[in-house]
């Protein structure tokens, strides 16, 4: 646990912990009054409510949405339902920056929307909500689907044979073994909400701001640290109750429920009903996230007098940047491949020490950092990043001008996605045939190359997947830290669309979707080498 502790401490506790020391002590003493006075502020009062209800109801939305596709996807067997599967999760992976430039293209002036019928949603609320539902359909699908797929559907029909109709069957003894899975599912999705901040700030406009947003302009655009700081720890609060409530509601289901194979529950669907089910869901899964995906794609190529690669090749030259960038926005995408590469490596060694850490003892100082470990999915980047900036700026440890910095930032967000896809899998490797290996005179690291992590290679290899991809989107922090002649590929993106122009959106809508085919098949390419039941996600 040491290497884990140490680097939270440098590179997530110390800089959360004097950003906010600096925004609430005035000569060295603490001004706690700041507290009641910035939350007693009406402005404040409005971004506590609106972050507060959007996230309840995205997750509501969420829930009402993919709920029937966790079914399809766990009960019926139909073909290309992996490809289909891993097409529905490509949003979860997508930056959100990525996401909010999707729905600007299909809901925003000039969009498909507004091209096809003069209905503009951008700076309203829908279209937050719809981009919530957008990103989070997978979390419902792949946490309540999953578990779904594993419950015996005997009981239900036993129950039936007792006289049960079908609805009372599945509300006395299915609903209650999912509702864990619901629970945590609808938990994810409102983290993932609360702590909004590249959808709200590209379609929310100057109306709408979350927590995050809210963070991001008192500290970048106002300097105002003390409000920021208040911010901060009303979100880490929350953030840390619904991480709580998280913990509990997993535990229960993993101590609550016998599963079997989903190979034998899945069929193919009959009747009229299942195939009417089944086309709702398929069209669900058009209209909600192929549709924002293709319109993102036919907006890169729709160049004056028609369509074509213009966009794409103006990516090369700086001066199409408008002055945005120091160097060609196309070397932005160099740029995020290194920054996401370095930020993997140092995940999958942080974040798989914690994990088998986690695995050889009990008790609440590990479930403690267990918890801990969660934390940077839900504190704000933007937070993070700046108290970067404001705490690696002397020696040992004077990084502001390193490259190291963004790679850093992006790994406190790959950290968790390795540790809950290899600790289910480290947990089912029998102690007894490390045991053995030790009988039989094997060293404690021969042990564990021998044994551990040949058990473990697949699920390493999904960890380093699902942390290169977050890390490649990785918005928050290193829109603070990554620096003008060395631009990531949401950052560009973001500044892109920041400026007005017809060239500059176009360049935008050519990056996200170069973004996006890199996630895309970096997923893909996931769900070919995903064992069964590694990990969480």
């Known amino acids: 646990m040491a290497v884990p502790v140490a680097f939270f401490a440098v590179f997530f506790a110390y800089p959360v912990v004097a950003i ?30 609106f972050t507060t209800w959007q996230a309840l109801a995205s997750t509501a939305l969420t829930l009402l949405i993919a709920l029937p596709g966790a079914y399809v996807f766990a ?5 290309g339902k992996q490809l289909l599967r891993a097409v529905v999760t490509v949003p979860f992976v997508l930056p959100t920056v990525v996401v909010g430039t999707a729905f600007l293209a299909l809901l925003g002036r000039g969009g498909f929307l507004d091209e096809l019928a003069g209905v503009r949603l951008d700076t309203t609320v829908w279209a937050i909500l719809l981009a919530h539902v957008f990103f989070n359909y997978a979390v419902v699908v792949r946490t309540v689907g999953g578990l779904w797929s594993q419950l015996d559907p005997r ?25 864990p899975a619901v629970a945590a ?3 994810m999705v409102f983290l993932f909400t609360f702590t909004s901040f590249g959808v709200v700030q590209i379609l929310g406009g100057p109306a709408y701001s979350t927590l995050e947003v809210e963070i991001y302009r008192q500290t970048a655009q106002l300097l105002d640290l003390p409000t920021a700081a208040v911010l901060t720890m009303v979100q880490f609060a929350a953030v840390g109750a619904v991480l709580a409530v998280h913990a509990w509601t997993v535990r229960r289901r993993e101590a609550a429920l016998r599963l079997v194979d989903p190979a034998q529950t899945a069929r193919r669907p009959r009747g009229a009903g299942q195939r009417a089910l089944l086309g709702g869901v398929l069209l669900t899964v058009l209209v909600l996230i192929l549709l924002p995906l293709g319109v993102l794609v036919e907006r890169s190529l729709d160049v004056p007098g028609g369509h074509g690669l213009d966009y794409y090749r103006a990516l090369r030259s700086v001066d199409a940047s408008g002055g945005t960038f120091l160097v060609a926005p196309l070397e932005a995408i160099w740029n995020s491949l290194q920054y996401a590469l370095v930020a993997t490596a140092i995940a999958l060694v942080v974040g798989g020490l914690a994990a088998a850490a986690l695995t050889r003892r009990a008790g609440r100082l590990v479930r403690g950092f267990d918890a801990l470990l969660m934390l940077p999915l839900g ?46 899998v480290l947990r089912s490797v029998d102690g007894r045939l490390r045991e053995a290996a030790t009988v039989l005179g094997a060293s404690p690291l021969r042990a564990w190359r021998e044994v551990d992590l040949p058990l473990v290679r ?3 290899l999904v960890a380093a997947g699902f942390a290169f991809a977050v890390s490649l989107g990785e918005f928050g922090a290193t829109v603070f830290i990554a620096r003008p002649d060395n631009p990531t590929l949401p950052v560009a993106v973001a500044r892109l669309l920041g400026r007005s122009g017809e060239l500059n959106y176009g360049q935008a809508m050519a990056l996200s979707t170069v973004l996006m085919l890199v996630c895309a098949v970096s997923l893909l390419l996931l769900e070919r080498i995903r064992p069964d039941r590694s990990g969480e996600f």
Do not use: H, Y
Request: a positive charge.
């Open 458 to 460: 697949r699920a390493l």
């Open 155 to 179: 009981q239900e029909e036993a129950a039936r044979v007792l006289g049960a109709g079908r609805f009372a069957a599945w509300r006395r003894v299915t609903l209650p073994a999912l509702a």
């Open 379 to 424: 504190v704000s980047a933007v937070t993070v990043g700046f108290g970067f900036l404001i705490t690696l700026d002397e020696p040992p440890l004077d990084l502001r001008t390193s490259w190291i910095l963004v790679p850093l930032a992006q790994a406190l967000v790959g950290v968790p996605f390795v540790v809950r896809t290899m600790l289910p």
């Open 20 to 49: 906010v020391g600096r925004g609430l002590k005035a000569d060295g003493v603490w001004q706690f009054g700041r507290i009641g006075e910035v939350l007693s502020r009406p402005d404040i009062l409005d971004v506590l409510w």
């Open 75 to 79: 009960r019926f067997d139909f073909p």
């Open 185 to 187: 599912a609808a938990l």
